[in-house]
């Protein structure tokens, strides 16, 4: 099971950006996924989830109404559209496979991918 999250950069507040979550070893679209974030000096927190079959989505608060997590266009991906960035959402994002237990909380996600760092700067 590898995961492997692309698409981050240095983007202007305000601006938006595209970061994506590819799987090798297993089809992704069976699978609940979640991204995460960890700014520095700071725990990971949570940011949203997709079930399987896409049947619902969760969103931490704070990217509530500006971030949205959807199945990739590319076969076996899972995007995370980040619209009206602000400097606080300057973090490194993971992606990551869900089990069981709360999807807001790490430890319901056993496997990870190594992360792709965001920077909202001007």
């Known amino acids: 099971v590898q995961l492997q999250a692309s698409g981050g950069g240095l983007v202007q507040p305000g601006g938006s950006l595209r970061v994506s979550c590819a799987a090798s070893?297993?089809?992704?679209?069976?699978?609940?996924i979640g991204w995460f974030r960890q700014a520095s000096g700071k725990e990971r927190e949570f940011v949203a989830t997709?079930?399987?079959?896409?049947?619902?989505?969760w969103y931490g608060d704070s990217v509530k109404g500006r971030f949205t997590i959807s199945r990739g266009k590319a076969k076996n991906t899972v995007s995370l559209q980040m619209n009206s960035l602000k400097p606080e959402d300057t973090a490194v994002y993971y992606c990551?496979?869900?089990?069981?237990?709360?999807?807001?909380?790490?430890?319901?996600?056993?496997?990870w991918g190594q992360g792709t760092l965001v920077t909202v700067s001007s």
């Open positions: 070893g297993f089809t992704l679209d069976y699978y609940t």
């Open positions: 990551a496979v869900y089990d069981s237990g709360s999807v807001h909380y790490t430890g319901s996600y056993p496997y």
């Open positions: 997709i079930s399987w079959k896409d049947v619902t989505t």
